[in-house]
C-alpha cells in the first residue's frame, strides 16, 4: 500500500514554543492531506484539510492562527503548533488522500506524539 | 462533525476464536474503509470497500459492504494475539468528500 511518513515522531518543547511537524507521501503524489488529532482511548478528530497549492480548511472550532498548516507540494504538508501550550499535548496524525477515477482512500502516517511542558 | 456508530466498543477473547464488528450510518456511503491501529502507531490500512455488497478479504480479515450501504462488517477469524488494537471503520458519501470515522472497536486477544 502507499506509504506516508511523518516527522518527528516524538517532540517534547516547552511552553511558548513552536514546533512544526512534516507529513509526506512516499510512493505517490497527494493533492489532499489530512491532520487529525487525537486523545487516548478516542477516535480520530478532523482539524483541517490540506489542498496543494491553497489554504487549508479548518474544521468548527479548530484555530487556524494557532495550528498553521502549508500544503507546498504534492508530497509534503506541514503543521505547526504555534505558542504551544500543555492543552496542546496530543497524538497528531496526518493522512494523504489516494484517489484515482473511481476509488479514493486515504493512507495514514505513524503519528506524532506531541508533550508540551 | 458526523461519526459512525461502531459496535461493540471494546472485545476480549480467547486466542482461536472469531471476532465481528460492524459501523452503522444513518447516511448512504459509496465507500467504506477499515483501518488497525496500534498504539502509539497511526492507522493502518485493511480493507477498501467500494460497491455495495463487496465482500474483500485480506487474509483472516474479511469485510463486507452492506446491502443498505449504510453499514459495513469486518470479521476476523482464528484471532491470534497480534490482532490486538483498535479497529476503525471510515466512510464517505462520494469520492473526494471527506471520510467520516467510527468511534473505534478495541479488541484484546487472551492467548
Known amino acids: 500500500g502507499a506509504v506516508v511518513s511523518q516527522h518527528p515522531s516524538r517532540v517534547i518543547c516547552k511552553s511558548g514554543t513552536s514546533v512544526k511537524i512534516e507529513c509526506r507521501s512516499l510512493d505517490f503524489q497527494a493533492t489532499t492531506m489530512f491532520w487529525y488529532r487525537q486523545f487516548p482511548k478516542q477516535s480520530l478528530m478532523l482539524m483541517a484539510t490540506s489542498n496543494e497549492g491553497s489554504k487549508a480548511t479548518y474544521e468548527q472550532g479548530v484555530e487556524k492562527d494557532k495550528f498553521l498548516i502549508n500544503h507546498a507540494s504534492l508530497t509534503l504538508s506541514t503543521l505547526t503548533v504555534t505558542s504551544a501550550h500543555p492543552e496542546d499535548s496530543s497524538f497528531y496524525i496526518c493522512s494523504a488522500r489516494g484517489q484515482t477515477s473511481s476509488t479514493d482512500t486515504q493512507y495514514f502516517g505513524p503519528g506524532t506524539r506531541l508533550t508540551v511542558l | ?111
Do not use: H
Not at chain 2, 24 to 49: C, H, M, R
Not at chain 2, 58 to 69: E, H, K, P, S, V
Open chain 2, 1 to 111: 462533525g458526523q461519526q459512525l456508530n461502531q459496535s461493540p466498543q471494546s472485545m476480549f477473547i480467547q486466542e482461536g476464536e472469531d471476532v465481528s464488528m460492524n459501523c452503522t450510518s444513518s447516511s448512504i456511503f459509496n465507500t467504506w474503509l477499515w483501518y488497525k491501529q496500534d498504539p502509539g502507531e497511526g492507522p493502518v490500512l485493511l480493507i477498501a470497500l467500494y460497491k455495495a455488497g463487496e465482500l474483500t478479504s485480506n487474509g483472516r480479515l474479511t469485510a463486507q459492504f452492506g446491502i443498505t450501504r449504510k453499514d459495513s462488517f469486518l470479521n476476523i477469524s482464528a484471532s491470534i494475539p497480534s490482532d490486538v488494537g483498535i479497529y476503525f471503520c471510515a466512510g464517505q458519501r462520494n469520492t473526494g468528500n471527506q471520510f467520516y470515522f467510527g468511534t473505534g472497536t478495541s479488541l484484546t486477544v487472551i492467548p
